[in-house]
């Protein structure tokens, strides 16, 4: 787990107050469900009280008691410097409200919930729905080699063999063992690589090229280059540009009205697009990246079309839904890895599990959840990236108001330790098959250094003698021992000193 959590800080992959009338409202929000488009904001009868809770009641994720106090959306909008906010709540398998606060930019449009956003990662499960139907259909098996799929390029040779050959199943599931990573994206104008130049790392491709550097099926490795092999497979099978497919195997089934993987994102439709922003504030030159990895992270979308995918999702586990059957949304669940399914985190236990997923682009973080026991669940799509700090924020929002087990806010207290405590524990941990990490000393306090250059500020708290925790992620550690048999106990693992301090 470590590691896996340690892959995901090196992805990285988080503002002004609303004006008066930026939040928009369909005129017929209370209208029948039946009668209501999916992409118009919308609140059913019975949700104001709730919806109202929730925008008044943001916290951060670690709350230090009698330091902090609630805060509506807008005020941790401002702080978390995200010019548009825009979300979806599901309540019992049923779209429960939607909104949207601020502008599409800094001084541009207000934002509204036919906003379009990018979503990031997102695409990975919406690209593995899709060729689900496509197995539906007999069109593609996830198990068979997905050479039996590519015509237009192929897989170099790597730990690849006849007898364990790279297949869309562990492409989906980052089993593959294929090159780790994600992508940067390119200028609006700037030369865009086809996908077989992307998976090649060719010349104008900014990314590393495609190779099969483990096994496959041996680990868990996250990997936006398989995403974009099972792009370039889906495409030779069905001789369709894959914006096309999209279309016709997934958002225009479930309903989806306004997400599009075509990419640069059409003239007609840069209206509506919301502007990313840097963690500063400042705009992301030319408004956004152009993402050709459309599999991987080519998503456009409104947090409405990704209710409504959550919705059918769950009505395909009930066994209700016309798009997805009943045994291909329960194989999604039927074998995790590392509390991992085909990109999806799951979080909780039993039937308190909820399936989350998170996106982010340069100038954009999005997330979705759903527990498909109860139905309940949320999205999330922001304009910045300090924008899944505030998505997390919202979570913890709909989590408190609709009294869900998981999402919860962090309540503790401030302690206090002095240098001849805190000096003592720095040097370099080791975890038994993963990383290495450097605790240090800095400014008064103790500070985690991950091997990508990520900084944990650590805060002592009330508990163990030495424990501690990190404000902005509710990461915590604790300290065992002395000299150098001390020992940290993080992300659930136990790390040994292996070095004491420079």
């Given at each position: 787990m470590l590691k896996y959590a340690m892959t995901l800080l090196v992805l990285g992959g988080i503002a002004s107050s609303a004006a008066e009338g930026a939040q928009l409202q369909s005129p017929g929000r209370d209208a029948p469900a039946g009668s209501r488009q999916l992409w118009e904001c919308f609140t059913a009868k019975d949700a104001q009280p709730r919806k109202q809770e929730v925008e008044r009641n943001l916290l951060p994720s670690v709350a230090f008691a009698g330091e902090v106090e609630p805060a509506s959306v807008e005020a941790r909008m401002s702080l978390h410097k995200t010019p548009a906010l825009s979300v979806a709540v599901l309540r019992h398998g049923e779209l429960d409200w939607t909104a949207a606060w601020g502008r599409l930019s800094v001084d541009g449009a207000a934002a509204g919930c036919d906003s379009l956003f990018q979503g990031g990662s997102l695409a990975k499960p919406a690209t593995v729905l899709a060729a689900l139907r496509m197995q539906q259909q007999g069109i593609v098996d996830f198990d068979k080699g997905i050479e039996a799929y590519l015509t237009t390029w192929h897989l170099p040779a790597g730990r690849q063999t006849s007898a364990n050959p790279v297949t869309l199943r562990n492409l989906f599931t980052h089993t593959a063992g294929i090159t780790p990573g994600g992508y940067d994206g390119y200028a609006p104008g700037a030369p865009i690589p086809t996908d077989q130049q992307?998976?090649?790392?060719e010349a104008p491709a900014n990314s590393k090229k495609v190779e099969v550097l483990n096994a496959p099926g041996a680990s868990l490795v996250y990997?936006?280059?398989?995403?974009?092999?099972?792009?370039?497979a889906l495409q030779d099978r069905l001789d369709q540009p894959f914006e096309q497919i999209m279309r016709t195997w997934l958002t225009i089934p479930v309903g989806m009205k306004q997400a599009d993987f075509t990419q640069p994102l059409p003239a007609a439709s840069q209206l509506r697009a919301a502007h990313g922003h840097l963690a500063d504030g400042s705009a992301v030159p030319g408004g956004w990246r152009v993402h050709p990895e459309q599999a991987a992270a080519g998503l456009w979308t409104t947090a409405s079309d990704m209710a409504a995918l959550l919705l059918e999702i769950r009505k395909g586990w009930q066994g209700h839904s016309d798009v997805f059957t009943q045994e291909s949304i329960r194989g999604l669940l039927e074998t995790p890895i590392d509390g991992h399914a085909y990109g999806f985190r799951l979080i909780g236990e039993a039937d308190r599990v909820f399936m989350t997923h998170y996106g982010g682009t340069l100038g954009y973080r999005a997330g979705m959840?759903?527990?498909?026991?109860?139905?309940d669940g949320a999205v999330y799509l922001t304009n910045s990236d300090k924008g899944s700090d505030l998505g997390l924020e919202f979570l913890r929002a709909v989590s408190s108001t609709y009294r869900w087990p998981v999402f919860r806010q962090t309540l503790v207290q401030?302690?206090?330790?002095?240098?001849d405590v805190l000096e003592p524990l720095t040097g370099r941990y080791g975890f038994e098959g993963g990383p290495t990490i450097s605790v240090v000393y800095e400014r008064g306090a103790l500070t985690l250094v991950f091997p990508n250059g990520d900084r944990y500020a650590m805060t002592p708290i009330v508990g163990a003698p030495r424990e501690f925790i990190h404000p902005d992620t509710a990461v915590r550690a604790r300290f065992d021992g002395e000299g150098m048999d001390t020992t940290i106990f993080l992300y659930g693992q136990t790390g040994r000193r292996v070095a004491a301090a420079d």
């Open positions: 992307t998976a090649g790392g990997s936006g280059g398989g995403y974009t092999v099972a792009e370039i959840t759903l527990n498909l026991e109860s139905g401030r302690a206090s330790q002095s240098a």
